[in-house]
């Protein structure tokens, strides 16, 4: 069991630029949550999937962004046409949402991905 | 809709000391999870303690244990012994079933040698 791991670890863009982040969660999580977190809050939840299924997306949420988990293994998060007021940490989190033992719901997050956006 | 509040933005203690961190949230549910995340600086997010919300038995691990006070949605956390190593931002997150994590704004804990 590695963890669950994010890449690339920093972005620096140019506004107007699009970025794409790509988490692997920890191999047996159904479940994958996008989070944001800028310097000095806790984090704010940006959405989830329940294998390849997105079931919740923050109303916070603008059009420029789009996340996908094609296989239910890794997610991948978009931002088109970025903004300077995206510049935060992008987390990702995974948890196992059931089985014989039952659901865990204990979230395990990644390192996360610096986005700056200049 | 579900809120967490830590009203500490910053606390301090001496290295060996003991340390409370207080959390509150608001929630119409009877049956979540409540959690403590520790984020060391530049560092990710790790899992503190939990609490099943129909426990009346508090959690504890290691030198961290909490305080659950259900009806008066209250969630402290207490470090004995801090420890260098335990300097971090201390989230407090409440979710309920397979949902989103709610996190309070964080507490600054700084251990003074």
């Known amino acids: 069991d590695t963890g669950v791991s994010q890449n690339p670890r920093h972005k620096i863009t140019k506004r107007g630029q699009n970025v794409t982040f790509r988490c692997d969660p920890i191999s047996e999580h159904n479940r994958l949550y996008w989070y944001r977190q800028t310097l000095g809050q806790g984090p704010e939840f940006l959405t989830y999937?329940?294998?390849?299924?997105?079931?919740?997306k923050s109303r916070l949420l603008s059009d420029r962004f789009s996340a996908e988990r094609p296989k239910g293994s890794f997610s991948t998060l978009e931002i088109q046409r970025t903004e300077q007021g995206d510049s935060a940490m992008y987390l990702c989190?995974?948890?196992f949402g059931g089985g014989e033992g039952g659901p865990s719901y204990e979230q395990y997050f990644g390192p996360g991905t610096r986005l700056t956006v200049t | 809709a579900q809120t967490v509040t830590q009203s500490q933005p910053e606390m301090s203690v001496q290295e060996a000391e003991t340390v409370t961190l207080s959390c509150t949230y608001d929630t119409s549910e009877s049956d979540y999870y409540l959690f403590w995340y520790k984020q060391p600086p530049s560092r990710q997010m790790i899992l503190v303690i939990r609490q099943e919300a129909y426990k009346q038995q508090n959690a504890t691990e290691n030198r961290f244990s909490v305080n659950f006070q259900k009806a008066a949605k209250s969630f402290s956390l207490k470090i004995s012994d801090s420890q260098l190593g335990d300097a971090a931002m201390y989230f407090c997150?409440?979710?309920?079933?397979?949902?989103?994590?709610?996190f309070g704004q964080g507490t600054r804990l700084t251990i003074n040698p």
């Open positions: 997150a409440y979710v309920q079933g397979a949902q989103k994590l709610v």
């Open positions: 989190a995974s948890s």
């Open positions: 999937f329940q294998n390849e299924a997105q079931l919740e």
